[in-house]
């Protein structure tokens, strides 16, 4: 052994200091204490005969800090991990997840398609690909009933004045332009628009004006008598269609607030009332219909208008008022039910599908002064004219039958009789008694779809003048 000590480390000799000896007074402690070594010499190298081991730590290279000038600095390179060796996949397995990825997958896609469908049947409808009615619960996003001023604010943006035109042939056959003027009510964002057959009904030009004070021209669409509802289109966008109610939802005695253009020159009026009866059966021009009644104040210019409830959805739509001096409040409107079903049918086909139209004209002769105008000498039912090309003339009806009975009930009215034909269904057959030149006839005459023609001025005459606006 040697004298030096040395650094394992640096391997630099460490030079061990003598120990110091301890003084008089500490001699009780060397007594037990281990036996001294010899003293080092300070400063003493070894000698070339006494061999040194050294053990040298690698010196450690100084990292110069990386500059990054223009340069891309280098990519970080990620700690390799240790590769776990996979576990073998047992068949069992392998199938069993292709079966839980396919269920999930089928019930992902038959609740995406449910729910599109669901989507598309509540807010769309076919046609040309544009139309979308909407029927939304609660337009205003609550529960709780506006006011009609709340309701007037949201829903007049949806109501539009319609002004109509119709070439009129007089005595000493002189034309002239005569002049209507209605309501409507937007039903889509692109321009649909609903109003009463009998407001454009012969109309040659049809011009709508917006709540905005914009006017657009109109083409008819379709258009049917029976249901006294019409649609015409304008071409226009980012329009704010009026959202459609629930009938099952209309109650009696319920607020109601109706917009409309009275007079044909005071758009966007608004009244308000209640509904005094949900299912009051009415026959105007020989048809009979379910309306709406309504003591809110509903005058000339009002048809085709918008009856809104309190949640701002529209219930009906306004087209009648019993004229009379006698008669004050009674005001009607074509349910929203026969509303949706009409208006689908004729944004799609134009007219109404599955609507029956044997083409007979009645009239009724109640009493002697009309028999003798018409020559014929016995009260009741009469046929005044059958359509050509209609299901009348195929089954051999004539001008001047005596109308005796229908399905084996006797009838007196156009309205009787009318009733009856409109039960049946396309296909099926119907039963007249007739009387022609004195002798009772059997006719009986197979229905078959009526398609009317939609085009602008050339609509069935149902001017509706009688009771209704």
């Given at each position: 052994?040697n004298?030096?000590?040395f650094?394992?480390m640096t391997g630099e000799?460490?030079?061990?200091e003598?120990e110091r000896t301890?003084?008089a007074?500490?001699?009780?402690?060397?007594?037990t204490?281990a036996?001294e070594e010899?003293?080092?010499?300070p400063?003493?190298?070894?000698t070339p005969?006494?061999p040194?081991y050294?053990?040298?730590r690698?010196e450690k290279?100084?990292?110069e800090?990386t500059?990054f000038t223009n340069?891309?600095p280098p990519?970080y390179?990620?700690?390799?991990?240790q590769?776990?060796?996979?576990?073998?996949?047992?068949?069992?397995?392998?199938y069993a997840g292709?079966?839980?990825a396919l269920v999930?997958a089928?019930?992902l896609g038959?609740a995406?398609?449910?729910?599109?469908?669901s989507l598309?049947?509540?807010?769309t409808?076919?046609g040309?690909?544009?139309a979308?009615i909407?029927?939304?619960t609660?337009?205003?996003?609550?529960d709780e009933?506006m006011?009609?001023?709340?309701?007037?604010?949201?829903?007049?943006?949806?109501?539009?004045?319609?002004?109509?035109?119709?070439?009129?042939t007089?005595?000493f056959?002189?034309?002239?332009v005569?002049?209507?003027?209605?309501?409507?009510?937007i039903?889509t964002?692109?321009?649909y628009?609903?109003?009463?057959?009998?407001v454009?009904d012969?109309?040659?030009?049809i011009k709508?004006?917006?709540s905005?004070?914009?006017?657009?021209?109109?083409?008819?669409?379709?258009?049917?008598?029976?249901?006294?509802?019409?649609?015409i289109?304008i071409?226009?966008?980012?329009l704010?269609?009026?959202?459609?109610g629930n009938?099952e939802e209309?109650t009696?005695?319920?607020?109601?607030?109706a917009v409309?253009?009275?007079?044909?020159e005071?758009?966007?009026?608004?009244t308000?009332g209640?509904?005094?009866?949900?299912?009051?059966?009415i026959t105007?021009?020989?048809?009979?219909?379910r309306?709406?009644?309504t003591d809110?104040?509903?005058?000339?210019?009002?048809s085709?208008?918008?009856l809104?409830?309190t949640?701002?959805?529209?219930?009906?739509v306004?087209?009648a008022?019993s004229?009379?001096?006698e008669?004050e409040?009674?005001g009607?409107a074509i349910?929203?039910?026969?509303?949706e079903?009409v208006v689908?049918?004729?944004?799609t086909?134009?007219y109404?599908?599955?609507r029956v139209e044997?083409?007979i004209?009645?009239?009724e002769?109640?009493?002697s002064?009309?028999?003798?105008?018409?020559?014929?000498?016995e009260l009741?039912?009469y046929?005044?004219a059958?359509a050509?090309?209609s299901?009348?003339?195929a089954?051999?009806f004539k001008?001047g039958?005596?109308?005796?009975?229908v399905?084996?009930?006797?009838?007196s009215?156009a309205?009787?009789?009318?009733a009856i034909?409109?039960?049946?269904?396309?296909?099926e057959?119907v039963?007249?008694v007739i009387?022609r030149?004195g002798t009772?006839?059997?006719?009986?005459?197979?229905l078959s779809?009526?398609?009317?023609s939609i085009?602008?001025?050339q609509?069935?005459?149902?001017?509706?003048?009688q009771m209704?606006y």
């Open positions: 052994m004298e030096y000590n650094d394992p000799p460490i030079r061990k003598p301890p003084a007074e500490d001699r009780s402690f060397s007594e204490s036996p010899p003293a080092v010499t400063n003493t190298a070894p005969e006494q040194v050294h053990y040298v690698p290279p100084k990292e800090p500059v340069q891309t990519a390179s990620a700690p390799v991990l590769k776990k060796e996979p576990k073998p996949l047992t068949s069992g397995k392998f292709i079966a839980i999930c089928l019930v038959l995406g398609g449910f729910l599109g469908a598309m049947k509540e807010n409808i076919m040309e690909g544009t979308v909407y029927k939304t609660k337009l205003q996003g609550t009933a006011t009609v001023e709340q309701v007037a604010e949201l829903v007049k943006p949806s109501v539009v004045a319609i002004t109509t035109e119709q070439v009129v007089g005595s056959w002189q034309q002239y005569s002049e209507g003027a209605g309501s409507g009510v039903i964002a692109d321009g628009i609903v109003t009463n057959h009998h454009i012969g109309a040659t030009n709508v004006t917006l905005d004070g914009t006017s657009h021209s109109a083409t008819l669409k379709g258009s049917d008598a029976k249901a006294d509802l019409a649609v289109k071409e226009a966008s980012n704010q269609p009026a959202a459609f009938a209309i009696l005695a319920e607020t109601v607030i409309g253009n009275p007079l044909g005071l758009a966007g009026t608004v308000s209640i509904l005094s009866a949900l299912d009051r059966e105007v021009e020989n048809t009979t219909m309306l709406l009644q809110t104040a509903i005058n000339p210019g009002n085709g208008g918008g809104f409830n949640s701002g959805q529209l219930i009906g306004v087209n008022k004229a009379s001096e008669i409040g009674l009607f349910p929203i039910d026969t509303v079903a689908e049918d004729l944004i086909h134009g109404v599908t599955g044997p083409g004209t009645y009239v002769i109640n009493d002064m009309t028999a003798m105008m018409y020559r014929v000498n009741g039912l046929i005044s059958v050509s090309g299901d009348a003339e089954a051999g001008p039958d005596y109308v005796v009975s399905e084996g009930t006797k009838v009215t309205a009787e009789a009318t034909v409109d039960k049946k269904a396309v296909g057959t039963t007249f009387k030149s009772e006839q059997t006719i009986t005459m197979t779809e009526y398609i009317p085009t602008t001025g609509t069935q005459n149902n001017s509706l003048t209704f």
